[in-house]
């Protein structure tokens, strides 16, 4: 029962980009300050128009 926190906070700070539809949802899912094509851990699902 000590964990549950543990996954919580796995849960919370998951990269954005881990499924192509978090990179067109016009949402920041991994609360970096950068919003779908703009963040680079969307750049397998926007192509060349995602930062570097």
């Not at 016009?26 to 703009?38: I, Q, S, V």
């Amino acid at each position: 029962m000590r964990w549950w926190w543990l996954f919580l906070l796995v849960a919370c700070v998951a990269p954005e980009g881990r499924r192509a539809s978090e990179c067109v949802d016009d949402a920041d899912n991994d609360r970096d300050g950068l919003f779908d094509c703009e963040d680079p851990d969307c750049a397998e699902h926007c192509g060349d128009t995602a930062a570097r």
